[in-house]
């Protein structure tokens, strides 16, 4: 897409011819007259050029203005080529040049035929049975599919020539390196690496057809007859080439006979048009992989961001439990300290409120320890150490993973065995010694 003002294009339309004007912004010379009149560019009229290169007097139309400024700017969005991948554009070209060479050395009507008869008999006698089978169907045409037969829809006349065509074809195909491969719904070229699918279609004409007794008894019965002569579908002798591959990407899918050229004489275009669809099969799933790539790419980032921030809500609640049990500390320490200063009968009094506070601080400065710290870590999977960047990510093929409750936990470590066994805080305060052993007598087995 190209952004233009409109004294711009006055000028370069003026300049050179409309031709080279409209190839440089990859449009046909209609697509860019049709844009100067919408933004009312007047254009050279037809002969112009001529008159001017033989010096013949030329009058140059002068830009109107304007009444509506929105005209002002012109955006020319290009053609199909233009926006075609670099890699697509070239390969077409390649194959021309290609081409373009061979056409130099065309081999003799004897070597020719002697190709294609054997192409024919390795690759086409499928579609040949296949199709001399078929029956015509009600305007004429027959239909030939299945596995290794090239899909056709021809009349009974236009089958030989229709396959003198594909044997040209393949053996042009074949000097330029491509190979017809079988597939399951028919017959494909491999071009370059990529299977491009096609078929051969007799192109239908529109020809008077009377009606027949059993079609006049449905118009009368379903009054959808209104003119006993209705256009009819015909064969018409046309045959085309039809790329069945790359549907809405703009190129050039048919190629078929014309009024001034057969097919049969612009194979090296047909091929050309092959190599462009191959390249561009190709580059699709170039692209279509990137995406994959950037989605998983993607899809990493983010499960790592969520592993991230799960690990950081995970130490920052153990870090709240480790803050709560000292907030306790600070609490029982400023009561420990205020019943410490009673004397004589008062502190008689105060003395099982006492040895429950000493027995409270001992039971939280085990709490948060270093060692039980730790321990309670690893039972509740904290790491405070970052994984490693190419480390697999933590229930990243899972639905949902399962994290323990996150608590400050009292442990009995047996140092023999190197175990570390969980502990309620009456379990433990009785293996401490700080309440007698008869308030527990089943010990825990929470591992």
Excluded at 167 to 195: H, I, M, Y
Excluded at 333 to 341: G, I, K
Excluded at 368 to 392: N, Q, V, W
Excluded at 401 to 407: A, G, H, K, N
Aim: hydrophobic residues 40%; aromatic residues 6%.
């Amino acid at each position: 897409m190209r952004n233009v003002s409109r004294d711009q294009l006055y000028e370069q339309v003026w300049s050179r011819a409309m031709t080279r004007v409209a190839a440089e912004y990859g449009v046909s010379s209609t697509a860019l007259k049709k844009t100067c009149d919408r933004h009312k560019i007047p254009t050279p009229e037809r002969g112009y050029w001529a008159k001017l290169e033989h010096g013949k007097p030329v009058r140059k139309v002068p830009l109107p203005k304007l009444a509506d400024t929105r005209l002002a700017q012109i955006r020319i969005l290009g053609g199909v080529e233009e926006r075609l991948p670099e890699e697509v554009r070239q390969a077409k070209a390649r194959a021309r040049h290609r081409l373009e060479e061979l056409a130099a050395s065309v081999p003799d009507d004897a070597s020719v035929a002697t190709e294609t008869h054997a192409v024919e008999a390795a690759v086409l006698n499928a579609t040949r049975r296949a199709i001399y089978k078929a029956r015509p169907d009600g305007e004429g045409f027959v239909e030939a599919r299945g596995r290794g037969v090239v899909p056709l829809k021809i009349a009974l006349p236009s089958i030989e020539r229709g396959l003198q065509v594909l044997s040209r074809f393949l053996v042009l195909a074949e000097t330029q390196g491509f190979r017809p491969q079988v597939a399951d719904n028919g017959l494909d070229l491999v071009v370059d690496g990529e299977a491009v699918a096609f078929g051969l279609e007799e192109r239908p004409g529109k020809a008077p057809h009377e009606p027949t007794a059993v079609e006049l008894k449905r118009r009368d019965e379903n009054h959808r007859w209104g003119n006993p002569r209705t256009p009819w579908h015909a064969p018409s002798g046309r045959l085309a080439i039809v790329i069945r591959a790359n549907s809405y990407s703009g190129l050039r899918r048919t190629y078929s006979d014309r009024k001034t050229r057969a097919l049969e004489d612009i194979l090296p275009t047909v091929l050309a048009g092959f190599a462009e669809h191959a390249a561009l099969i190709k580059e699709r799933r170039r692209a279509d992989e990137e995406r994959k790539r950037q989605w998983r790419e993607a899809e990493a980032r983010r499960l790592r961001e969520e592993a991230f921030k799960a690990r950081e809500k995970q130490r920052m609640a153990f870090v709240d439990a480790i803050h709560e049990q000292l907030a306790q500390r600070a609490k029982l320490t400023a009561v420990l300290s205020h019943l410490e200063s009673a004397t004589g009968d008062e502190a008689r009094r105060m003395g099982p409120m006492l040895a429950w506070v000493r027995r409270r601080l001992h039971q939280v400065d085990a709490l948060i320890s270093p060692l039980f710290l730790d321990i309670s870590a690893t039972f509740a999977k904290i790491e405070f150490e970052e994984p490693r960047a190419d480390g697999e990510i933590e229930g990243s093929g899972e639905y949902f993973s399962y994290s323990p409750s996150v608590e400050l936990q009292l442990w009995s470590i047996d140092e023999e065995k190197g175990l570390a066994t969980s502990r309620t805080e009456l379990q433990w305060a009785v293996e401490a010694g700080l309440v007698p052993a008869d308030l527990a007598d089943v010990p825990g087995d929470k591992q």
